[in-house]
């Protein structure tokens, strides 16, 4: 059996003189939740896109399931279901209506599979509704039973809780982890709530500016994540010294802001300044904090949140 559900391998796309990818490689592996994390124009979307076929690289290559070439490729997203951007609904007709047309439109012939994924996505009881009078919240949904309809064994979503409220985001994250345990499948999410998605995802894909700037599993990411005891004082490079000394330990990290990361010793803040007081170090904060994945990512990038 396959091991990877897809690989890209160098593929590049460029839009006049601008590079939206450049030289991505990736190995997704069958049954993962992947997040994937970039900030807006990052590239995203446009990886997405290449993906499920609506756009083409400039170079690389794409390989599904192992199957590769423009002919194999096609016979093997339709295997993928795709949520991208906006859902592509028709406002004048019910839920069940669009979900007829996606029905007949992609050859699946079990009609009872409309109200199976309706029931899925929270949405049974929409009745004569138009999806004109829907909610955002409403819509989004509807966008993501088009993307199961057919059950897919890899199921994309770029902003799958756009416009959800806090228990629709719950709902939503249920949702993927039991399609996820019950039927093995894959699924790579984009979002801008990073904190959701360390809740979901099992692994992680850090994009900025085109390229992969990091990998790593949600063990990774929580050991990075982890609880810390942030310490500033009037002399932060004598503070590391101090901290190396009394408490024998190398697990800090100077910040460019001249405070000091501290991730043992969480329990001893009373320990810790007197260390400092004894070394005649001013300490005008100390306190136990604990990182995002949306700081952790923007320590990445170096740079700030998106306005």
Known sequence: MEKYVLETKGITKAYKSTLALDKVDLKLEKGKIYGFIGQNGAGKTTLIRLITGLSFASEGEIVLWGKTGERELQEQRKRIGALIESPALYPNMTAVQNLEVQRIQRG?????????????????????????????GMRQRLGIAVALLNTPEFLILDEPINGLDPAGIVEVRNLLKNLNKEY??????????LDELHNTATDFILIDKGRIIEELSNEELNEKCRQYIEIRSNDPEKTVLVLGEALQTENYKLMPDGSVQLYDHIDEMERIAAALSEAKILVTG???????????????????KDE
């Open 184 to 193: 093995g499948m894959t699924i790579l999410i984009s979002s801008h709530i």
């Open 286 to 304: 100390l306190k136990v904090s604990e990182s995002s994945l949306e700081n952790y990512f923007l320590d990445k990038i170096g740079g700030k």
């Open 108 to 136: 699946i012939p079990d009609k009872a599979v409309i109200e199976k994924t309706l029931q899925l996505v929270g949405l049974p009881d929409t009745g004569k509704k138009k999806v004109r009078n829907f909610s955002l």
